[in-house]
């Protein structure tokens, strides 16, 4: 019995190296990730003009929209396509680095296949910037601002567009000469202190009401706060402004 087992245990080494090369070539053949070919030209154009109209409606008006189109894997091998697709995935965004996805609608025959391809989203307006370096913790005035375009989704932060809401705003970070200032740079307001009296201010589709009431922490710029209203129920809201909370109903 014992040389029994040896024999089928002998066997099954000698053949799943086998068994596991021929599943990863089936697959590889079937579910094509990637490719070595260059995208061609016309769907190169699509994927640019998809992604450009997408970034035009979250862009200020008047600005200009590039599209640098990345390379896929050079690693990947696709099936030929007589016509690719170009489509914007769900939940991204066309702004900075993205993403467009490209499909191939099969004809009879063809195999299907649908991989990203990289895209940098440029989008170049005119904006507040500094007109010379400063340094982290400097309070910005009027004479640190100058107009110049920019390149809105070169970071995630929102550019300020107001220059006359960044006047008296301490910089979180060093800005270089000609750099956008965004809402990152900044440091966060503390519009009240822990005990302060607070005007609660709720607000519900089409209406809001107002009342009295107590912070019981700090009221920082963009993090929520606790607050107990007049009658001691204890709510959550938003600081919005000197001793003024915001709750959402």
Not at 189 to 207: E, H, L, M, P, Y
Not at 221 to 246: C, F, H, K, L, Y
């Amino acid at each position: 019995m014992n040389k029994l087992l040896q024999s089928v245990r002998t066997r099954a080494r000698r053949h799943v190296p086998r068994l596991a090369a021929a599943w990863l070539c089936a697959h590889a053949v079937l579910a094509p990730t990637a490719s070595a070919q260059p995208v061609a030209a016309a769907t190169l154009a699509q994927a640019q003009a998809l992604v450009a109209e997408a970034a035009r409606a979250l862009a200020p008006a008047g600005a200009r929209i590039v599209v640098e189109p990345g390379a896929l894997d050079s690693r990947l091998r696709l099936a030929p396509c007589r016509k690719v697709l170009a489509y914007l995935p769900a939940g991204v965004k066309p702004w900075g680095a993205s993403r467009v996805g490209l499909r191939c609608d099969a004809a009879a025959g063809e195999r299907r296949w649908n991989v990203s391809l990289p895209v940098r989203v440029r989008v170049f307006a005119p904006a507040p910037v500094a007109a010379a370096a400063l340094p982290a913790g400097a309070v910005i005035d009027a004479t640190h601002i100058t107009q110049a375009d920019a390149d809105w989704a070169a970071t995630p932060s929102a550019v300020l567009a107001d220059a006359d809401k960044l006047v008296g705003r301490h910089l979180a970070r060093a800005v270089a000469a000609g750099e956008p200032l965004r809402a990152a740079d900044l440091r966060p307001r503390q519009w009240f202190a822990a005990g302060d009296s607070v005007k609660i201010v709720a607000v519900g589709a089409g209406f809001s009401v107002s009342g009295d009431g107590q912070a019981l922490s700090a009221g920082i710029e963009g993090q929520p706060v606790r607050v107990r209203t007049d009658n001691g129920r204890i709510v959550s809201g938003m600081p919005q402004g000197a001793r003024r909370v915001e709750v959402a109903l």
